[in-house]
């Protein structure tokens, strides 16, 4: 496996608390990626990253902020967490872009009750 | 918006058998990407065809690729128990890629 950790693996939180997911990588590629993975949708693009304090909006990034200040690490904050978040949220990785290989994580179970 | 659309969104079959699933997107891509996911793990990258190209093999995968009629193919031959998972395409557009719903395929012993 590629390697890439996500941080924590399972989260219950409440409705209206801030939530921080972190992805971590050590194979210093330049671009990351943040997807969602819901029943019925697949997996939609959150955020991405193309460089440290590069990052540009996906499909469905209403409600998230990410930050990159470091190449390893890729935060995903919801700042106040509702029950549509709920959802199975996954890091990946990319040596150059989409024209190109990802690697995804493990994922991350958050529940927003 | 989701670009590829696999079908079927459910296969079973006997071990040993063939697999074959498919995948249509809508515009213009460079490349299509077949993943597969075990339940409960991220995505793993099977292969990626470019839009240059007909047909890939990486062992016992097979894609396809007809930019004429919009659609991929993914072949499994001599299925395992192991290759139970979902199975997804996705395309390339803007420096992103856009995932279809996936396949489910289970391989009965």
């Known amino acids: 496996d590629a390697g890439i950790t996500q941080s924590p693996r399972h989260k219950v939180t409440e409705t209206g608390t801030p939530v921080t997911l972190r992805c971590h990588q050590t194979?210093?590629?330049?671009?990351m990626y943040w997807y969602r993975q819901d029943p019925g949708h697949g997996l939609r693009l959150i955020h991405y990253s193309y460089g440290v304090k590069d990052t540009d909006k996906g499909e469905v990034s209403d409600g998230y902020s990410v930050s990159r200040s470091k190449t390893e690490d890729f935060l995903l904050t919801l700042e106040s967490a509702t029950s549509s978040q709920t959802s199975v949220y996954f890091c990946?990785?990319?040596?150059?872009?989409?024209?190109?290989?990802?690697?995804f994580g493990p994922g991350t179970r958050l529940t927003v009750t | 918006s989701q670009q590829g659309e696999e079908d079927p969104q459910a296969l079973s079959i006997q071990e040993g058998e063939n697999a074959t699933m498919n995948c249509s997107y809508k515009?213009?891509?460079?490349?299509l990407q077949w993943y597969r996911q075990n339940s409960g793990r991220g995505l793993v990258h099977l292969i990626l065809?470019?839009?240059?190209?007909r047909e890939k093999h990486s062992g016992r995968l097979r894609v396809t690729l007809d930019t004429s009629k919009k659609s991929s193919s993914l072949l499994i031959t001599a299925s395992r128990a192991a290759d139970t998972a979902s199975y997804f395409c996705a395309t390339e557009g803007a420096q992103k890629l856009v995932f279809g719903q996936g396949t489910r395929l289970t391989i009965n012993p």
């Open positions: 194979e210093n590629h330049r671009y």
């Open positions: 515009t213009s891509i460079n490349n």
């Open positions: 065809i470019r839009s240059n190209e």
């Open positions: 990946a990785i990319s040596a150059a872009g989409s024209s190109y290989e990802q690697y």
